[in-house]
């Protein structure tokens, strides 16, 4: 398993870059990973963050972009352009969760 | 009496259907399926029908030819499952009480989730191929086409059959090849995915598969929606595809009688345990085939492999005791690949497609992630399968839970 540095801890990760383990994750985290990402954060950001998160806790799954786009208030133009090239996915990483599992 | 119904008589709910009513005794049992149509698809066979393989009556069976003795047969749209009340109300008006349900509902296209994708270029210039009626409209096309650019484009995930669009585009590049145009083609492969499939290795395999055939492979596509005036699709970020003509899988979704029971997700699939296969929430409902939001691939093989699992809970249910089968993901796909080879896949919930051989007592083995003939017969044979023994509840020598056996790690 790989292990990438964040904030001079070594933190474990799978092989999409996504956290393996979910306590591993803060706000301070996301905002390296983000920054990884080439994206920093902003309320909007943080708004879709706090949403994947709160879905996941309540299913097990983080949610896809057609769920993001109902139910996160972030319409999914606005999603693409706060997560250049897959928000789902992206913002699933960034908020410390493995990507959707919607792909089979 | 006690009352069970299952509606939806496509390929989950008639094999349930029938492995059931041979089960549970007439004298105790009533059983009811409900479906709005009268024809049976063989869905698999539809793919074949743009190059010309198979035509309409290739595919088409009355659906009452594999209803068994012994059941009540409702034709009608059913307006809603009162899951409360432990009812289901029909369009035609009746009301069909239950003691417990199976939802086979299954998924279906939906190109209005789209913008622009049903206008005016739908079935002229932009097609499907997973409706009876796309499927046609493209072999029409094909016949008269002389070249240009194809773009064969997934909408969103999941859909049903996952390996179809693949097939098509090898298919597509053999077609092309035969009629000596192939030079003409410029076939494209769209597709919201990061590769070729949505497992690692056989992305791996399928992707070296694009390249060798000359497909042209674009990844991380998100359609937005279609430019009739341009003929171009575009994505949320803005990227841009020409074509001359578009194959399309649309977003997939469950029946709209879902939505309307308030008993789906955002894409009207049921929410359904993984491994008993009851919806969650009710001790009574029981999910099967595409209708479900397992995280498994929306196929026939996958509906045959729940079949199994869901009977032999159902009997635990109904004796008052916990469901004790686990259904494991598993799904089992033949790929045509073009020029009369195939590839097999078999895999579940954790275990990805692997190389090696699948033993098939009788027949095999069969080659995995590896391009054989006898797997594209595997997959023609598979049509006779389907109409004589699958629908039919028959037992098939194939195990409902994968296996190692033959896999190479």
Known sequence: MATVEILGKQIEVDSDGCLVNLSDWNKEVAVEIAKSEGIELTEKHWQVIEFMRKVYEETGDAPSIRKLTKQSGVDTKELYSLFPGGPAKKAAKIAGLSKPKSCV | MKKLVILGAGTAGTLMLNKLRGILDKSEWNITIVDMYETHYYQPGFLFIPFGIYNKKDVIKPKRDFFPNGVDVVMSQISKIEADKNRVLLENGSVLPYDYLIIATGTKINPEETEGLKGKLWHKEVFDFYTIEGALALANYFKYWEGGDMVLNIAEMPIKC?????????????????????????????????????????????????????????PDFSIAK???????????????????????????????????????????????????????????????????????????????????????????????????AKFDGHANCFIESGFGKGVLIDFNYTTEPLPGKFPLPGIGPFSLLEETKMNHYGKIMFRWMYWNQLLKGLELPIESHMTMAGKRV
Not at chain 2, 163 to 180: H, I, K, M, Q, S
Request: avoid cysteine.
């Open chain 2, 162 to 218: 996952p390996v179809a669009p693949l097939e098509f585009v090898f298919l597509a590049d053999w077609y092309f090849t035969e009629r000596g145009i192939r030079d003409k083609v410029n076939i494209h492969f769209v597709t919201p995915l990061s590769g070729a499939f949505t497992k690692p290795r056989a992305s791996s395999v399928l992707g070296d598969f694009l390249e060798k055939k000359n497909i042209n492979l674009i």
């Open chain 2, 226 to 324: 279609v430019d009739n005036e341009n003929k171009k699709i575009i994505s949320w970020d803005e990227k841009e595809v020409n074509f001359d003509v578009l194959v399309s899988i649309p977003t997939n979704m469950g029946d709209e009688v879902i939505a309307r029971s308030g008993l789906g997700d955002e894409l009207n699939f049921v929410p359904t345990d993984k491994e008993t296969l009851m919806a969650e929430g009710y001790d009574n409902i029981f999910v099967i085939g595409d209708a479900t939001n397992l995280p498994s691939s929306k196929a026939g093989s996958v509906a045959h492999f729940e079949s199994e699992i869901l009977t032999e809970n159902f009997l635990d249910v109904i004796d008052g005791r916990k469901p004790r």
